[in-house]
């Protein structure tokens, strides 16, 4: 799974073997380890170059607790409602177990990163909406990249977020800090497989949106 | 700058290089380099697994030149803004000239990717929202990174889809088919050094929102 502390795996060998791992050990992970995943977080762009993140790194078993609570009130909704739509969908049905075994588990995961970033949170037009986010995933997805070369599990969920009066209150973000993601970090539980995803040819335009792409067909 | 269609660039090499190129010469840039770039972007992780991720390749000058002028257009409103607010910042004036230049030159740009997601866009709650643009910045930031490691010049803008109803009758795209965001991609034009980020301590806390983090000082 890598080597700690280490982040020089080849970049589309991390891309390729990147995957959520939820079921992870108690074990300690180190702060230093965390300190350079945030580092690395932060090398990612912000819109403007505003560089308004904020990450709340999760140790505190009271925090956790209060975080694991909300996590597992919203997974009591949203769990059956994906049993039901994904009934015929064994892979998604393994999916939802792992989901599970990360709610009743939530207390033990040694850290828990909360990136959250910093400003008011536009409601319009889209365009900066979509801007505001743009400036806290691709860090997020730094730091899962990170993670995957060191060897650490990690995934991106943001059930604990659910209700985001009661997030900031038990983060203590005033109003202009967003809790946007959550990041349970640790070392992995058992072996990890690739995963799969649509071909490239189903999900790519040329020009026009519906004008599939088929760049092997020349 | 990286080798064409080299994507095995050390992950921590390539983060700590990334940047916004934008100033970028006409020369092509092969399909095949192309088709691989979004290859890795859709490895990255989609809220649900939902891979909702659609993504617009513009190589065509009439739907360029439709984009340039929405971007120029955009770009006059905002960037005099920019240039009052940051008038006693040297670094962001130079960052608007970079952004001058790729407006007044974007239809000599080899290819424009449009990451859009398909699928409703919440408004509300927060954590929706939250969960719709995270399904596609990772994959956004993957492109940029894997495009770092290929020498490709790259950069993660917005500016071409100010107003989306013009954006999305340009693109072709239906009322379930966001335009979330713009790359546009070409070799670069000149020499790029390093980015400036503020220090991690400032930017993470422990366990609470305010409570600052130096794990260097235990």
Known sequence: MGNPHDFRMPLEEAMDTQRAIRRLKPDPVDDDLVRRLIELALKAPTGSNAQNWEFIVVRDPAVKARLAARNRRAFSIYGPIGRRTSRNDPKMQRVLDAVQWQADHFEEIPVIVVACLKGMRPVFPSILVSSFYGSIYPSVQNLLLAARSAGLGAALITLPLWSSFAARRILGCPWNVTPCAVIPLGWPQGRYGPTSR???????????????????DR
């Open 198 to 216: 649509r071909p490239v040819e189903e999900v790519t335009s040329l020009d026009r949106y519906g004008n599939r792409w088929s760049p092997g």
